[in-house]
């Protein structure tokens, strides 16, 4: 969706080419859908912790037939992936148990959902450096 054609502005910043100087900082939306995988989706703290670039990954997630469904991230040993799952800015659920695997489940209606997935240790202070997800839908 186009919400500047004057400005080349795509919703979820297909168009954008300034990575802050970390080529893994973009796409700023990698795409995932049901049964689908998203592999290498990398953080990393190099800007500032928390809330700065690159610290927050994000995956536009499009569900298409309502039901349960299992958002599944995975990373290296050592690491801590967590998740908000947001639609229409609204926060439906998270998951931010410990271990290098998470594992988000829930009832999705159609549409366009949001997931915001980190590394835990990226936004506490003690950063592990860039650490790369692979995000699966059943």
């Given amino acids: 969706v186009c919400v500047s054609p004057e ?3 795509y919703i979820y910043g297909s168009t954008e080419t ?12 990698a795409v995932l859908g049901a049964g689908g995988t998203v592999s290498n989706l990398c953080g990393n703290s190099s800007n500032g912790q928390r809330n700065k670039l690159g ?9 298409s037939t ?15 992936p967590d998740i ?14 410990t271990g290098n695997t998470e594992r988000y489940s829930g009832s999705f209606t159609t549409g366009v959902y ?4 980190f590394e835990f240790s ?6 592990r ?3 790369c997800f692979t995000v699966t839908s059943n």
């Fill in 114 to 117: 949001v997931l915001e997935i």
């Fill in 129 to 131: 450096g860039p650490t």
């Fill in 18 to 29: 300034n990575n802050g100087g970390t080529a893994t900082n973009l796409p700023v939306y």
């Fill in 66 to 80: 309502a039901g349960s469904k299992t958002i599944t991230i995975t990373g290296p040993s050592g690491s801590d």
């Fill in 55 to 63: 610290v927050r990954r994000y995956v536009k997630y499009t569900v």
């Fill in 7 to 9: 400005n080349n502005l």
């Fill in 84 to 97: 908000l799952v947001y639609k229409q800015g609204v926060l439906q659920g998270s998951a931010d148990s």
């Fill in 122 to 127: 990226h936004i506490t202070g003690t950063s």
